[in-house]
């Protein structure tokens, strides 16, 4: 155990995450804006956060819902002006709220002005401002996107008969971050927005930015896996010291990355304080696990185990255990909803499970990140047709396999679990039309189970709730500093239905123990002596109270209860 801690406002922060074409509409045109997030910031204030994550909300054609960023300096008009922004942001500090906006600087839009420079002709200035490959020179080494319906990241534009490469959709070319000019570019819009007050960034993607721009053929040592690879570029390091140096060393921010590719080998390359860096980053290797190995999007067809589950969890901590930081996350903007995937949204179980996995986050060691609506326990929408889809993403792969004569309907079937648009619906406010997120038509469907109890109002006053439980383990975390800064130690390592651990920080214990099942379980924790301990929190206060009387537990389904010993 570490005899001093290196406290810091992002470490003991809790992060809620807006989506905010889904989060509150003002205008009645169906789709979220910044007034909307002004009109509910009290709400916010309610739940005990202290971080907002807001998603793009920069000038863009929406091509992939704003992470195809046309102008870095500008607010899209769906979503407001500038004017709003800052007073969204004067909003946020008036009540002790921080600021992260999303960083997307990997690629940028096709309609930015630095690309439609680009692409004019081989010789103008902004040519390398992005990666070109002339035709003259053959077809280019092989190279996947991620939205791109024949999976080539590499598009043919005839105006200069070349080709530009995209690792994502064709209307997001890579920028070339191995032109200083384009990095001063970006270091400079980094700098406009930290000095409007804002703090810190959330960044898209931020390992692949680093290319060999010779395009070698893929290595063998990556075997066709594409991901790794664009998450290892040669110069990678060097360009994220340089911009801790250049900019956010003069800032008190924050900084995560989004770390696709990332090995836990690698982890403290980007967060060991004395590198200079990030202060965090998220990892996918929770998000890989109730997938295909060799398909990201596809759910794999057995079911996972809570001990991957815990493995996961355990050898993360274990990796920032005397340096660096990490982040706890269930869900995103691109992940299904939390509550579906790793508890269970039935209505037998929806409210333990929404509560235990609360509960897990908030009593984990590493920056715990809520997407909006975890806080009422929102579930996945599970659409039944293609049509009713508007991500990218999803809409593509359907094209890719209808053209290669596969089935449809079993993708269908398949994105009722895996797709992005489950995490994208609107906020569920309360049980009047479109859940009081819109007075006219959403832009996505509205699930229909705010009518049954996941909305806002009807919790807010229920002692109860999914939300009030929320708020009250909020504050567990936050008058204990041993759930922020404790050591962690893994308990019943190979029990298939209860995980449970330890936080232990100077002369503080905490016992945690959670039920990942539909079924009672009883188990026995030798570990641990009883005499003094106290309940400081269970989604079953009743049931918890006799359990700590007696070392052999008998968990209901899903309950989650936290001990502190002494």
């Known amino acids: 155990m570490k005899n001093t801690i290196n406290r810091q406002w992002w470490k003991e922060g809790i992060v809620y995450q807006i989506y905010p074409r889904s989060f509150q509409d003002s205008n009645g045109d169906g789709i979220g804006d910044i007034k909307g997030i002004i009109n509910r910031l009290d709400y916010i204030k309610s739940l005990g956060v202290d971080i907002i994550w807001l998603n793009p909300v920069y000038e863009s054609p929406n091509d992939d819902n704003g992470y195809d960023i046309s102008d870095y300096q500008n607010i899209m008009g769906e979503f407001g002006t500038m004017a709003d922004f800052d007073e969204l942001l004067q909003g946020m500090k008036e009540r002790g709220l921080r600021l992260v906006m999303d960083l997307v600087v990997n690629h940028s839009s096709d309609e930015h002005q630095w690309f439609i420079e680009s692409k004019s002709s081989r010789t103008n200035p902004y040519r390398d401002y992005y990666h070109w490959w ?23 534009d005839e105006t200069t008969d070349a080709y530009y490469l995209h ?5 997001q070319p890579d920028l070339k971050w191995e032109n200083p000019k384009l990095r001063e570019e970006i270091y400079k819009l980094m700098r406009f927005w930290f000095d409007k007050g804002v703090d810190g960034f959330r960044m898209d ?68 304080e004395d590198r200079e860096e990030l202060n965090m980053f998220f990892h996918f290797d929770l998000m890989a696990l109730d997938r295909e190995a060799d398909e990201v999007f596809l759910m794999r067809k057995d079911a996972w185990k809570l001990t991957e589950f815990k493995k996961i969890h355990t050898d993360w901590d274990v990796a920032f255990a005397k340096k660096g930081w990490g982040s706890m996350y269930l869900s995103n903007h691109d992940f299904p909803r939390s509550v579906s995937r790793w508890g ?10 929404a509560t235990m996995l609360q509960t897990f986050l908030l ?126 130690t893994l308990l019943l390592e190979n029990h298939e239905e209860v995980y449970a ?32 301990a106290r309940l400081l929190i269970s989604n079953d206060e009743d049931q918890a109270e006799i359990l700590k009387r007696d070392p052999t537990f008998k968990l209901k389904p899903y309950q989650a209860v936290i001990y502190k010993l002494h």
């Open 363 to 488: 009593s984990m060691r590493g920056t715990p990140y809520f997407y909006y609506g975890d806080e009422i326990g929102m579930t996945n929408i599970r659409f039944d047709r293609i049509t009713d889809y508007k991500d990218i993403n999803t809409l593509n792969r359907y094209e890719t396999i209808k053209q290669q004569g596969g089935d449809t309907a079993a993708f269908v079937e398949n994105e009722k679990e895996a797709s992005r648009d489950n995490a994208r619906t609107p906020m569920q406010w309360d049980d009047t039309q479109n859940a009081g997120f819109t007075s006219g038509r959403a832009w996505l469907k509205v699930n229909d189970n705010y009518k049954e109890g996941i909305n806002v109002e009807s919790q807010h006053t229920d002692k109860t709730s999914v939300l009030n439980y929320f708020r009250k383990m909020v504050q567990v975390r936050k008058s204990h500093l041993g759930l922020i800064y404790g050591d962690y």
């Open 167 to 171: 690792y994502f959709s064709v209307k």
């Open 205 to 272: 993607v931020i390992p692949f930015i680093s290319k060999d721009i010779n395009y070698p053929e893929l290595p063998a040592s990556y075997n066709g896996n594409f991901v790794p690879f664009y998450a290892d570029g040669p110069n990678l390091h060097t360009y994220l010291n340089e911009m801790n140096k250049e900019v956010l060393s003069k800032y008190d921010v924050m900084t995560v990355g989004e770390a696709p590719g990332v090995s836990i080998d690698q982890a403290l390359d980007f967060v060991d």
């Open 344 to 353: 269970n949204d039935s209505r037998s179980f929806w409210y333990d499970s």
């Open 501 to 532: 651990y330890t936080r232990t920080f100077e002369e503080e214990r905490y016992l945690i123990l959670l039920s990942f099942s539909t079924s009672k379980t009883t188990v026995k924790v030798d570990e641990i002596n009883f005499k003094e």
């Open 134 to 156: 002339p035709a003259e020179k053959g077809t280019p080494p092989a190279r996947w996107s991620y939205f791109d319906v024949e999976g080539n990241a590499w598009k043919y």
